[in-house]
């Protein structure tokens, strides 16, 4: 970790501006706060990608909420979109007095440099295949950056290191660590299914009721039911007798693939409060 952490920190110095890319779903969970410490005063422009699988109330509320904060952020959705000219518009304004200051200094074209940074699966290298219009390799997942990357420009006023620093996921708090099992980020043989299932029962329950119910056709006495005792119904349901392993992937699998709707695991500031 030290070393992958020395090597963000290594090219952090080369940007004007961070890309930091986390998956709308869970805009907390799939930060690092490694990077607040390593990044320091460099302007920041926070992505929450994969918007399009979120739930779009609680992305604006996010979104609100860290403006409030100071943190200018956008919602993204790198998967379908062809071009992301958002990216370097927010960068744009983001950087104007630079820009300006440069502008005056006689440099006419001044250029952003940038790099993407996240933890896995947040879609970094989809975003910069996107900015860059070509199929840069999958650089893998190993926290750091790749030796020997380059700069390659996104545009005439945009370049980009094309390899993206890659932050460890960070879940010390075992919720944090459920939400990202859930939604993909961390890989399989870290968590135990059944707890993601029984975590998953009970959040959509809560949150999505309208939803869970009508995908499962739930009754209004399993809606009651303890959250282990639902998945073994489920469980049944499928065909799967007790076996609540298979159960509990099956859920996971279905919510991943967007069976209950779009969901958003971290709830803005507000609702938390009230939940
Ligand atoms: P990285 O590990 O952060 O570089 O993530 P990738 O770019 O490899 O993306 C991980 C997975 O998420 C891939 O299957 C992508 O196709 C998918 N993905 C990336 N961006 C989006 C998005 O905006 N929406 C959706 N639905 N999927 C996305």
Redesign the pocket.
């Known amino acids: 970790m030290a070393k992958a952490q020395r090597q963000v920190q290594e090219k952090l110095k080369q940007v004007d501006i961070v890309f930091e890319i986390v998956d709308a779903r869970v805009p907390e969970s799939s930060r690092n706060p490694v990077l607040d410490q390593i990044i320091q005063q460099k302007p920041r422009l926070l992505i929450l ?2 918007a ?2 979120a739930d779009p109330h609680k992305t604006a509320a996010w979104i609100s909420t860290y403006e409030k904060a100071g943190q200018p952020a956008i919602k ?4 379908h979109k062809q071009r992301l000219p958002q990216i370097e518009k927010a960068a744009r304004s983001i950087l104007a007095d630079k820009i300006e200051r440069q502008k005056q200094r006689g440099i006419r074209n001044p250029l952003i440099k940038a790099m993407c940074i ?1 933890i ?7 975003v910069l295949n996107r900015l860059l219009s070509k199929n840069i390799a ?1 650089t893998g ?1 190993k926290p750091g950056v790749t030796k020997n990357q380059q700069w390659l420009k996104a545009s005439d006023h945009l370049a980009l290191l094309d390899t ?1 620093g890659i932050l460890w996921p960070k879940f010390d708090d075992p919720e944090v660590g459920t939400k990202l099992a859930l939604t993909g980020a961390i890989a399989e043989n870290i968590y135990h299914p059944d707890d993601v299932a029984v975590f998953a029962l009970d959040f959509f329950r809560a949150q999505y009721t309208a939803a869970i119910t009508k995908a499962y056709q739930l009754t209004a006495q399993d809606l009651t039911l303890p959250a282990p005792e639902l998945l073994l119904a489920l469980t049944k349901k499928w065909g799967l007798k007790d076996d609540y392993d298979r159960g509990s992937d099956r859920l996971i699998q279905e919510i991943r693939k967007g069976r209950l709707g779009r969901y958003t695991l971290d709830l803005p500031p507000k609702e938390a409060d009230e939940a």
């Open positions: 990608n994969k399009d699988l993204l959705d790198a998967q996240g896995p699966n947040v879609g970094k290298s989809t999958k997942n993206p």
